[in-house]
């Protein structure tokens, strides 16, 4: 078992009960989120390749600008 987390089994003659502690629930929570973004982004890349793939993937300058400035932004007062 990891560091932190508990599991706490208590079992009766009619049933059994698991019992995880507060940081398994959270730790279990994460993991379906990241498993949930992986899968959409693995959509997307999908739908970004067959449109490149048709030629009809066409990029936003602007947007692409407002991205690296947002980025270099946060970069920069991240440091400070």
Same mark, same amino acid.
């Given at each position: 078992?990891?560091?932190?987390?508990?599991?706490?089994?208590?079992?009766?003659?009619?049933?059994?009960?698991? %019992?995880?502690?507060?940081?398994?629930?959270?730790?279990?929570? /994460?993991?379906?989120? $990241?498993?949930?973004?992986? +899968?959409?982004?693995?959509?997307?890349?999908?739908?970004?390749?067959?449109?490149?793939?048709?030629?009809?993937? %066409?990029?936003?300058?602007?947007?692409?600008?407002?991205?690296? /400035?947002?980025?270099? $932004?946060?970069?920069?007062? +991240?440091?400070?």
């Amino acid at each position: 078992m990891q560091q932190g987390i508990e599991l706490k089994i208590q079992q009766s003659r009619e049933s059994a009960r698991v %019992n995880i502690s507060k940081k398994a629930r959270e730790f279990q929570r /994460i993991a379906g989120l $990241v498993r949930t973004g992986n +899968e959409l982004r693995s959509q997307k890349v999908k739908q970004i390749k067959e449109r490149v793939s048709k030629g009809d993937y %066409n990029v936003d300058a602007q947007e692409v600008s407002k991205s690296i /400035i947002r980025s270099e $932004v946060f970069r920069i007062l +991240e440091k400070k």
